[in-house]
């Protein structure tokens, strides 16, 4: 085994607390019968002794562990974390295209509650109480409870091809015993392009259960957390770039330099705050001798999925986070109100990619995801 590969079963190991081996056992002692097999997709996992090639998925099939995981040539390029003690389900590690190493991070400093690729929202009032916490504190605050996590079927067969795989989950947002004031369905589907691209596409149908009211917040809404080695600061030399050609969140890291290029909440010339199409982190890995620059992006559709999204503005920071947020520029006396039974649809893609956004092609990625919704 190379160092590379050895890298790539270490941080799998790492992040799910489980081998590949022992994996594999869980699956053979899966006791499903052939009728239950029946018209399953080989690309699932089973513990076979040749580790299938293109796009294989492995399912935490005995729910001990509420993950599902996607390899490509045996590879690890994704692992979806939905154990019920969490406070949100979250993607991580996801892996580099061509390096292997993760693209996401989890508990890192600054603000260690930051989980790879996640959803949530704080200062969320409902049921007659204030303050519902979805996105940092104690589980005591609030949580986002996978009912159980699978890989999608249609009549009777795994939504799953060499080089793709569709999953699905339902959440419920609860406090503690009380009963949930949200919920939300969930579909991903993973698509490798070639050998530098794959895609996370993003489909959430977020419902209300009972009168909600969503207060100014720089906590929301679906966000990511890279590496350390691609974000520009505190410790990486990583970008962090827009559609429109800005970069970096205030391009001004001298001290009170954020509060001087501020102006009315946005970065006078950096990113944050600022409308766009798509926003990437991107950069060389580090622990690699060769040269290999990494990195990831999200993208917002031109769509709105509510008249408060409009025109949605980014929250970003340079040390490694940044979401398409609304809330954050609520006005503070004009909290948003959503009935009993309101319904917004959220879309997203996720870009991990190898090079700059430009060699990536994101512009045309972005065309096409946007013309798909």
């Not at 022992?22 to 499903?32: G, R, V």
């Not at 997709?41 to 796009?55: M, S």
């Not at 580099?96 to 400093?109: F, M, Q």
Request: with cysteine; net charge negative.
């Amino acid at each position: 085994m190379d160092r590379r590969h050895f890298l790539q079963a270490s941080l799998l190991a790492a992040g799910t607390g489980l081998t590949m081996t022992n994996l594999d056992a869980q699956q053979s002692n899966n006791q499903s019968t052939p009728q239950e097999n029946a018209g399953q997709n080989p690309r699932i996992g089973r513990g076979a002794l040749e580790p299938e090639k293109r796009l294989t998925c492995y399912p935490d099939s005995q729910q001990q562990l509420h993950q599902l995981w996607v390899l490509y040539d045996n590879r690890p390029l994704l692992t979806y974390c939905a154990h019920q003690t969490q406070k949100y389900p979250y993607f991580s590690p996801v892996s580099g295209p061509v390096s292997g190493l993760p693209l996401t991070t989890e508990a890192a400093r600054p603000y260690p509650h930051h989980r790879g690729i996640f959803f949530g929202m704080d200062r969320i009032d409902a049921a007659g109480e204030t303050g519902h916490g979805f996105w940092d504190g104690t589980t005591k605050g609030g949580q986002i409870i996978s009912q159980g996590p699978a890989f999608a079927q249609e009549n009777g067969q795994y939504k799953i091809t060499e080089n793709s795989a569709e999953f699905v989950d339902h959440c419920l947002w609860k406090r503690g015993t009380q009963d949930p004031i949200i919920e939300d369905r969930r579909r991903f589907t993973v698509n490798v392009l070639d050998s530098r691209r794959y895609i996370l596409d993003v489909d959430i149908l977020w419902r209300m259960l009972t009168e909600i009211t969503m207060r100014k917040t720089n906590h929301g809404l679906f966000g990511v957390r890279c590496a350390p080695d691609i974000a520009p600061a505190p410790y990486g030399s990583g970008i962090l770039e827009n559609s429109e050609g800005r970069q970096g969140s205030w391009c001004d890291k001298s001290p009170g330099g954020r509060r001087a290029n501020m102006e009315d909440g946005k970065s006078i010339k950096g990113v944050h705050g600022h409308p766009a199409r798509w926003m990437a982190f991107y950069g060389r890995r580090a622990m690699l001798k060769e040269e290999v620059v990494e990195g990831i992006a999200m993208f917002c559709p031109s769509k709105a999925p509510h008249p408060a999204f409009e025109n949605c503005p980014w929250f970003t920071r340079d040390y490694g986070n940044f979401s398409p947020m609304p809330m954050h520029w609520f006005d503070p006396e004009k909290p948003l109100v959503l009935p009993e039974g309101e319904e917004i649809r959220l879309r997203y893609r996720i870009v991990a990619f190898a090079g700059t956004p430009a060699e990536a092609g994101l512009d045309a990625l972005w065309e096409d995801f946007d013309q798909a919704g």
